[in-house]
Each structure stands twice: as structure tokens, then as C-alpha cells.
């Protein structure tokens, strides 16, 4: 499984962005999608991810800032970013879980300036 994602850049703070990711091809069986980052120094965390039954969870320092959603086909995935913060910069992944295996995306940059 192969994931695009797009979206990323430069914005300041309190400025808005939106992340894209689908998979290259069409593909079942997906458990969830969703999106993680990493910062200089930082372990990857999850920001938020949607489970193919409609679950939503978010991490705790986007929760109220970030919205997760997808498309009616259920083939791409979307976060909108906003309020955004400097520390929220960091590289976003694209996640995809079938079959209990994750798959990632090739990440995006993501830079929030003071």
C-alpha cells in the first residue's frame, strides 16, 4: 500500500492548513487512517485517526484545534489544521492500518512560525 499525502508548509501562527493522503490505488479492508508527526529530537505521536466503522481520536494538544475526516468513498483522508502553533511543527505521516499492518506515508513538513 502506497499513501500520497499533500498539504504540507509554511504558515504563521494561528494560521490554518489542511493534509491531504490517499492511496495510490484503490484498496479494502482498511481498519483505520490517519495522521502522526515527529518533530526534531521527538518520538512520532498520533494527531488523530478514524477508524473504518467512524471512530475518531485525537491527540491530546490537537484536540479542539484539528479535525480529522474522509471522503464518502473512504479512500482519502483529510486533516485540517488550525490554531495553529509553533509547536506543532513537525513532520506528518500518513497512516494506514489493514489487515493489522500500518503503512506510511511519505511524510510532510509542517512549519508553524512565531
Known amino acids: 500500500v502506497q499513501l500520497q499525502a499533500s498539504g504540507g508548509g509554511l504558515v504563521q501562527a494561528g494560521g490554518s492548513l489542511r493534509l491531504s493522503c490517499e492511496p495510490t490505488?484503490?484498496?479494502?479492508?482498511?481498519?483505520?487512517m490517519g495522521w502522526y508527526r515527529q518533530a526534531p529530537g521527538k518520538q512520532r505521536e498520533l494527531v488523530a485517526s478514524?477508524?473504518?466503522?467512524?471512530?475518531?481520536n485525537y491527540g491530546d494538544s490537537v484536540k479542539g484545534r484539528f479535525t480529522i475526516s474522509r471522503d464518502i468513498r473512504q479512500t482519502t483522508v483529510y486533516l485540517q489544521m488550525n490554531s495553529l502553533r509553533p509547536e506543532d511543527t513537525a513532520v506528518y505521516y500518513c497512516?494506514?492500518?489493514?489487515?493489522?499492518?500500518?503503512?506510511w506515508g511519505q511524510g510532510t513538513q509542517v512549519t508553524v512560525s512565531s
Open positions: 497512516n494506514v492500518v489493514r489487515a493489522h499492518i500500518n503503512y
Open positions: 490505488r484503490r484498496i479494502g479492508g482498511v481498519q483505520s
Open positions: 478514524i477508524t473504518g466503522g467512524g471512530i475518531l
